[in-house]
């Protein structure tokens, strides 16, 4: 007999410290960083960059250097021996592993510094769990920026130390991550800061971030994918590959827009739900429900910040989403490991068990398809 929801939260709760025990890959909590952080050939960009006694021209030159040199243009590799491994051919892994803190959210961490730097703020300010707010005080620190992360005073993470490593300042709020995220905004706008949080005034400036993944696949196929799979939490990622892809297609350089696929944590994510339920829109769901492991936590929350946009991507290109569990996400990234030589965080394996999930219900035709992973360090 199929498991309800609720038996299968349950369980998947349950199995937690057993999945500990067995797997290496769940007794850390994020990506991590590459040491050194950026290439050594830069130390004079880098240098120039957080003086503030050189001129905001000189300032902004070095650190787009930085950026250019070290932020995106990640692999994109063709995985035959997976592809062998689960029957679909052409499966091609878009790794953000090779950014400077490991993951795809350096793409807007760097992408917010520098505009705040132009815009002439001295602080910075997010609220994280740990990925984000790594990136946002790397790119901070290259800056000159002052850096503010709010971290739900509940949680601890390898990430932590690397942030106060870093320079940032951690200020520990109560509750969780999506009142964090309320408290970070709230003092921006009280104090001057720039407010690097999604969902804010800077939603098209990190969707216009995340769009240049699109346009890497796109030099790297010279057409866009028969669909991409990505790794869903508050739908940033995906609603900006999306933008990036439509701009690509408007433009006549491709002759599509891919299907998006989205996959996360079994029950707790709003977009999930929604597109399962048919719902019109991303719903909050019930916080005391979400139980955060050490393999979700990437992914869950009970607020989706761009949740919708997210959503719309995946219905306007008829995708397709799906739950994952903590023990299939182990899985598959042990599976990428020993087939594909990556070492990758395993919650961002969502979006291709979302795919082959659907592909075992109804069998892809022959196409490429691209799976974006967030990387950790072997």
Known sequence: MEETEEEHLQHNHEND???????????????TAQVPSITPELYFESKTARDRSKSLEERLECFEIILD??????????????EREVGLRQIYLKFEGGNPTGTQKDRIAFAQALDALRRGYNEITVASCGNYGTAIALAASLAGLRCLIYIPEGYHANRIKEIKQLGAEIIKT???????????????????YYDANPGGSNTNLQFKAYGEIAYEIYDELRDAPAAVA???????????????????????????IPR??????????????AFIKNMPHCCDLKPEKIRNT????????????DGDYALSAIRQTHGWAAYATDKSMIDYARLIREKEGLSVLPASTAGLIALLDRHKKEPYPGDRYVVILTGRKA
Do not use: C, H
């Open 69 to 82: 040199s070290e932020v995106g243009d990640t692999s994109l590799t063709r995985a035959r021996n997976i």
């Open 17 to 31: 410290e057993d999945l500990k025990s067995r797997s290496p890959f769940s007794l850390l909590d994020g990506a």
């Open 294 to 305: 050490t393999i979700n936590e990437p992914l869950i929350n009970w607020r989706s910040i």
């Open 174 to 192: 109560p509750g969780d991550y999506e009142e964090s995220v309320r408290v970070s905004r709230e003092q921006s706008e009280e104090n001057g």
């Open 230 to 256: 990505v790794p869903a939490s508050n739908g940033s990622t995906i609603a900006g590959i999306y933008r990036g892809f439509l701009s690509l297609y408007n433009r006549g350089k491709t002759s599509r």
């Open 260 to 273: 998006f696929i989205a996959g996360s944590s079994y029950g707790m994510n709003p977009i999930i739900n």
